[in-house]
């Protein structure tokens, strides 16, 4: 599977997305086990790497953030990881001290076991919120995770891995990309889970991308960021950023190549980019109750900032969701959310297509056939195109459309 | 109906909620007829002054402004006005040049037949997006209520004009105040539809303010806009605001009462803010879809203004507004919310009740009665209260729960 940004030269082609995960990047292996937190499922992983790793991440922004978040945005700040442990069905977030410190706890145990220090190893949880996470299950599992690691028949291939992360999700969200740098090629890999707080009580958007590139922390910082910025910060199931959501981003340089140049740090961007928007793309489209995966551009914006603005608000309006789900090209509320935040706009020179059909061209309703559009809005993805014509800027947003089914999941689950 | 702030004194009382509607102020009449713009159910208003008034408004900030919008904020910006004149079932929105000049030549033929300077005219209109506005039928309505206005037999008492704002509003929305001023009492009025975009294509909260007090230009679009601020502001059915959102207060000084001193102006602003209140909670109750009003109160905030960005936040939290749809107590789903936005704030010391049962203490969960939850969550309003503990500031805000019912009307309805 071929990805190319619209930047990118046609000859060259110098990244492409390939089927893998974070095992797929050299000197990395991710292992899935099941510790009892959910019966009969995976429910504990681990992500290791044959290398302290270069480490980079974003987290919530949200108050109350949980205590892996706190645990391992240090991690971060300390810039070295060499294993990740996660748990699904326990957030361990509003749990207060006592959470915290069973966060520190799971980081050592499963530092002792892998022989390295805690300072190397980060921690995530994903799950129901203000339950205390049942430490004597949460051992039982890394020491699990360490049987599976130093086994010779159990692979680490993440496959497992992928598996054990999720909560509600429907499927495994696992990507991974090809990048050839000046001094050769490097692989990145990625596995993610949920989205924002679609879950009910979850909490919940994981993504944690491994590669073997060699790459300062500063220039891995700042790409992070950036391709954060243009993916994960583009998508919205329900609107909330949750109390765990974290990004992070293992780079171990096992591949012997270094992102040395501006060049090299482009083309390793535009990998990265490209390896996020499709865990975005996914996430949002396995957003609860959904239907159908919702794309918003908005182009000729004054600027990037605005235009994502824009997108994000589209993506996010009740009313357009509900319009996308049955199939009403509405283009009203389309118009009516674009203009209800950011900068001001002229609606009279606004163009709109939905999957290519014109509804509304500079400002002005077009006819169009009702069968047709139907149709069109039967489409698995449903796009939304605008164009305010005020500047050269574009952004893009994925959300999914509500439907009965979220609110009936959302009504109904038991706390 | 007595209504208190908080703020007032025991003792005096100088503001009260009673019966009534925009006609309860000396020298308003309003008539309400049908223009066939609906078939058999009144579509069409007028609200007339018998002296010009003083006139403020509030405006949607939607970049996509329906032409009625502009033409009543040049009114509003000049600051007299004698007639309101509205129409339901079609917003004028999206509908470019010419649907500029139908709102200014609706404007025209109401102050013709009222024999007015059409800049004493205000006009609004809420409905159907980008459609033009059928004149003839216009015409034909503002005819039939110059001939209501003229007519001894048929009562300005404002019931009849009261019906013919709505939309897909399931009951009509008035309520009078009065306050009791150093030199006399004066009357306030009210009438309002609909909430935000709450209604499927349409464009919808309007709200129209009278009172007999005499009070000039700069004072009123002070009071105004702050109580605005409390209230209208405050609410949130799908968070959009709509391309023709309008709270338009009218001030004719029948009463031959006058607005002068510091305490007139608290005691009138108080008023005007209980009648505001009351409105934004009967228009977030009857969201569409809505079976339970959600009110939720931050207090102990640092400043205002984050305290309204949060509460504001909660009440339009999907997970939230069906967590309430399900009555299901989820203290973690508005914790998460109030912590997704804002100033942070200590989780560790949060307080939580939901009417009036506690959920969170000092950040920690209390062991509650499941039972008892369900049976006060089945109360018509759902409260929560959350106590930051980090200042002296606090808000409420108004929504209402997000149901089945919601999303079907929203994705059934037909363009």
Redesign the interface.
């Known amino acids: 599977m071929k990805f190319e940004t619209s930047s990118q030269n046609e000859e060259s082609k110098p990244t492409a997305l390939v089927d893998g995960n974070v095992s797929f990047p050299q000197g990395f292996q991710a292992y899935g086990v099941n510790a009892g937190l959910r019966k009969g499922l995976l429910d504990m992983a681990l992500i290791w790497s044959e290398l302290p790793a270069t480490f980079s991440g974003t987290f919530t ?4 953030k949980a205590a892996p978040v706190l645990v391992t945005k240090s991690v971060a700040d300390r810039g070295l990881c060499q294993a990740i442990v996660i748990n699904s069905t326990n957030a361990n ?2 749990t ?2 006592s959470g915290y410190q069973d966060a520190v706890a799971m980081q050592a145990r499963m530092a002792q076991g892998l022989n390295l220090s805690p300072e190397l190893v980060a921690v995530a949880s994903t799950g ?3 339950v205390p996470l049942p430490m004597n299950l949460i051992y039982g599992g890394i020491a699990a995770l360490v049987d599976a690691w130093h086994s010779s028949e159990i692979p680490g291939d993440g496959v497992t891995a992928s598996q054990a992360i999720l909560t509600t999700d429907t499927v495994a969200k696992t990507q991974a990309a090809i990048a050839t740098l000046s001094s050769g090629t490097v692989r990145i890999g990625m596995m993610a889970k949920g989205s924002g ?1 679609i879950h ?2 979850m ?1 919940t958007m994981l993504v944690f991308i491994t590669t073997d590139a060699k790459v300062s922390k500063s220039v891995l910082d700042n790409l992070v960021r950036r391709g954060v910025e243009q993916s994960f910060h583009r998508i919205s199931v ?6 765990n959501d974290m990004v992070l981003c293992l780079a171990n340089g096992s591949s012997g190549v270094e992102i040395r140049s501006a060049d090299d740090e482009r083309i390793f961007g535009q990998a990265l980019v490209a390896l996020m928007q499709y865990g975005a793309r996914r996430i949002a489209k396995d957003g609860e109750g959904a239907t159908h995966l919702l794309t918003v551009k908005v182009r000729g914006g004054v600027n990037e900032a605005d235009a994502a603005l824009k997108a994000r608000t589209v993506v ?4 357009v969701k ?2 996308v ?2 199939s ?6 389309v ?6 935040v950011g ?6 020179v606004v163009d709109l297509t939905m999957n290519g059909m014109q509804l ?1 061209q500079s ?3 077009v006819a169009f056939d009702e069968r047709r559009a139907k149709e069109l809005m039967g489409q698995e993805e449903v796009v939304f195109d605008v164009d305010l014509h005020s500047g050269d800027a574009e952004a893009e947003a994925w959300g999914c459309d ?3 089914r ?3 999941i ?6």
Do not use: C, H, K
Request: net charge negative; charged share 15%; aromatic share 8%.
């Open positions: 922004t949200n108050s109350a977030a509003m207060g001290n129901v919120i203000g707080m009910p009580q909490a329900d609107g909330d950023p949750s109390t996010r309006s009740s009313l509900s319009a789900y049955g009403d090209p509405n283009w009203g509320r118009i009516a959310s674009v203009g209800s900068l001001e706009f002229a609606p009279g509304l400002g002005q309703p509500l439907t009965e979220y609110v009936e959302n009504a109904r689950y038991r706390t």
